[in-house]
């Protein structure tokens, strides 16, 4: 039985294809750009860039296509849940799937046994005219309303490194709050590091970024000016 209790109705969004550029078809508008790709495309590089002069190109791209794998079967597995309300009994014998498996297991341990409501999975979101999005998960977290996203990572982040998940919560929580009329102002990222042992079980490492209401107005500043830059570059 789905854990999902439908109070809103969310709506999935087209994908389109704009002078070469993917866009979001949302209602009231024109079609916009995502939020991750607003995001990508107003941070520094320069960190990325040196790592991948560090290790080479085809490393680097080695290592974003491994973890990327990893990050889509610890979805599947906290997804299914979700949408279920029954845990995958085994993640089979690939090595993958049994690292993202452990993964999952620790979110769901250490974050979902405070998820009092999930209103929606997958939830797409919107500003008119500005930007779309899909976040991992809509409902309360220990009684308050918010966005929740799952993410995996290669090894535990500092706080300094992460200022786009706030961005990111804060422009889904925009979203929300536009379409359906609510005032969510909170937001929470549960993450499972996969630890310098690579597929080797053992060594995950949770971490929780939490938004909280009274630094929402800043982020929600910080996000409107990455949106014009955006676009200012990009039209």
Known sequence: ?????????????????????????????????????????????????????????????????????????????????????VWTESPGSNPYSKKAYRMAEVIRDEAMCHVDE?????????????????????????????????????????PEWVEDYYLQMTAYALGHNEIHGTDIREGHIFMCSRGDDGVILGGETYQQFDLWPDEFDDWAQEWWKRCEQYYEKNG
């Open 1 to 85: 039985m789905s854990l999902i209790i439908e109070k809103y109705k969310y709506e999935k969004l087209q994908r389109v294809e704009v002078n070469g550029k993917r866009r979001y078809a949302a209602p009231g508008g024109p079609p916009v750009a995502s939020v991750t790709t607003i995001l990508s495309g107003t941070k520094d590089m320069s960190h990325l860039i040196a790592w991948k002069k560090r290790v080479g190109e085809q490393k680097a791209q080695e290592i974003v296509t491994e973890a990327a794998g990893v990050g889509t079967r610890m979805h599947k597995y906290l997804e299914d849940y979700v949408d279920n309300g």
């Open 118 to 158: 999930i209103w929606g999975s997958e939830v797409p979101l919107y500003v008119p005219g500005i930007f779309a999005g899909t976040t991992d998960l809509v409902g309360q977290y220990k009684g308050e309303a918010c966005i929740m996203d799952f993410k995996q990572t290669n090894k535990p982040k500092k």
